[in-house]
């Protein structure tokens, strides 16, 4: 059969409306698809960061001010400011330092205070993370059966709705707050892998890695929440800041239920050209995958599964290396202020997002000119992304008090780091499209380790975070777990896509299965003088 002759279904479509629906057309359907996975990024980033913020005008001020004695512990602020990017960038400890002013003002407005200790304090925060792991498979299989659509909006619907109750439960007990954040940890969980197993329905390969920069508006949303959060503490007091967030994802559900549909063949609004171009460029098999059961078997025992999960956790590594160890090593070897630190810790949210949307489109044109093969392009980018960085890690402790070099390395190996999304991120989608979700959970539950362990090797290491021969020693570990992981994806790594992936692969069908299946088709009669048309045998 002519490739293009692909038949499919036919779309309902919506009576025309004049110059409305003109401009609706000229408006790709796959474009509309990146606004919402790049804008629910940014509000799922920004609803859990949001109460790291808030306790500081939540909690007495006797509880803040303990962390607050002397400048010395701006480096400590630094490290939590930007310890956790994608966790939880931001402290309470921290924005007690840096807003007094807020606390006052929200005394005066007569928010109620809680008289909640530093361990209270402690838990709150991490409870969101209790869960979020435990969430990814459950993510990945729920988006099997029930699509992205479904799961993505109801994630994000749960975790709105849990911070419009976060005011009234902190009214309650400190336990009901506990219970909501682990709530919103686990709805959050499942964002992920539901946002990977749309992307092998809708975009086609040589438009995948720029899609992929869509995932990047967290890098926004984390930027975005502390003056958002700070504005409205400061004029309308602690509790507007979750009715503001919570309501920001409602209405963002709102839209996402408008205009996200689990594959083109189910949208209302698009147009036939683009509906053929996708049909065109997308396998058929992927678009008969969905509710195909997982192998998890298969999956567990696949290379280049855990090559890129692997890979992965090296790049974490280093990337934690330098938003959680950097910042405290530039403060106590360089000894920066607060606000020079805390310019330095906000430029890098914005060069992540651009950086990643260039490194994307450059992989796009490599495949689409056909530069270099798909396989090709995700280990040169991957490389980039860590090799890179782990090198110039390596470099920021050899060159000692060179302020002005290190910070230039600093910048340019955060600005690498985010070559993956066009590497082994991306990669995910290519040997599994029909299962980029279950991948993607198995493959995070990999690399995430990376960020429990990379904080402890280094305060192991560390002792006295003035000896500037300790931090040489984190900088070196980092460099060689970042590297020695690449080489994993480099033997390992392939962009084929696996016969797992395919919904008629069933690890559990034999070749005698095959056998029957062909028996029991039905037989074809040809009677003599019955002559094929030469088009039929297309």
């Known amino acids: 059969m002519d490739e293009k002759e692909v038949n499919f279904l036919p779309k309902p479509k919506m009576p025309e409306v004049g110059c409305f629906r003109s401009i609706c057309d000229l408006i790709p359907a796959r474009v509309v698809l990146y606004i919402l996975s790049w804008s629910g990024f940014l509000v799922s980033f920004v609803m859990r960061n949001d109460i790291n913020f808030a306790l500081v005008a939540m909690v007495e001020d006797s509880v803040t001010d ?51 200790d530093s361990t209270v304090q402690a838990i709150i925060k991490s409870s969101f993370y209790w869960c979020y792991v435990l969430s990814q498979v459950v993510g990945g299989v729920a988006t099997q059966y029930f699509g992205t659509k479904s799961v993505f909006g109801w994630s994000q619907f749960i975790t709105a709705a849990c911070s419009l109750l976060i005011p009234n439960a ?27 197993a749309i992307v092998g329905y809708w975009i086609p390969p040589v438009e995948r890695s720029r899609f992929m920069s869509s995932f990047q508006g ?113 403060q106590k070897i360089f000894c920066f202020d607060i606000q020079q630190n805390g310019l330095l810790s906000g430029a890098p949210f914005l060069c992540s997002y651009l950086s990643s949307v260039l490194f994307c489109y450059i ?49 340019v190996a955060v600005t690498f780091i985010t070559a993956s999304y066009a590497g082994a991120m991306a990669n995910i989608v290519d040997i599994a499209p029909n299962l980029a979700g279950p991948v993607l959970a198995f493959a995070q539950t990999i690399h995430m380790t990376a960020s429990f362990v990379q904080p402890l090797v280094t305060g192991f290491m560390v002792t006295d975070s003035q000896n500037i021969n300790q931090w040489l020693h984190v900088f070196g570990v980092s460099s060689v777990v970042a590297i020695s992981t690449y080489v994993i994806y480099q033997v390992f790594g392939t962009a084929e896509i696996q016969s797992w992936n395919y919904p008629d692969s069933d690890p559990e069908i034999s070749s005698s299965d ?18 094929f048309d030469d088009d039929d045998d297309d």
């Not at 506990?178 to 964002?191: D, H, N």
């Not at 396998?283 to 599964?305: L, Y």
């Not at 095959?514 to 002559?531: F, H, T, Y």
Request: proline content about 5%.
């Open 66 to 116: 303990a962390n607050s004695t002397d400048h010395c512990s701006s480096s400590s602020l630094m490290s939590s400011f930007a310890s956790n990017r994608s966790e939880n960038p931001f402290s309470a400890s921290s924005l007690g330092e840096l807003n007094d002013t807020l606390l006052e003002n929200s005394s005066v407005m007569g928010d109620v205070k809680f008289d909640w």
């Open 170 to 196: 902190a009214d309650m007990h400190y336990g009901a707050v506990i219970f909501l954040r682990s709530v919103q940890g686990f709805a959050s969980g499942l964002t992920w892998p539901a946002m990977y």
């Open 218 to 330: 967290f890098s926004i949303g984390i930027g975005l929440t502390y003056p958002l959060c700070g504005f409205i503490i400061a004029h309308f007091g602690w509790r507007q800041v979750f009715y503001t967030t919570g309501s920001i994802g409602m209405v963002w559900c709102v839209f996402w239920y408008l205009l996200a549909y689990n594959t083109p063949q189910e949208h209302p609004r698009i147009t036939p050209e683009e509906l053929e171009y996708i049909e065109l460029n997308v396998s058929e098999d992927i678009k008969n995958g969905q509710g195909m059961r997982v192998p998890w078997r298969r999956i567990f025992t696949s290379m280049p599964v855990w090559a890129i999960g692997l890979t992965t956790f090296g790049r974490i590594w280093v990337h934690y290396t330098f938003i959680m160890s950097g910042p405290e090593y530039m």
């Open 363 to 411: 992989a796009d044109i490599l495949m689409d000119r056909k530069t270099l093969s798909l396989t090709n392009v995700r280990k040169l980018f991957t490389a980039l992304s860590q090799i890179v960085p782990g090198v110039l890690v390596l470099l920021v402790g050899y060159l000692g008090y060179q302020i002005v070099t290190v910070l230039i390395l600093w910048f």
């Open 514 to 531: 095959d056998s029957a299946v062909i028996a029991n088709q039905p037989m074809i009669k040809v009677e003599p003088g019955l002559k």
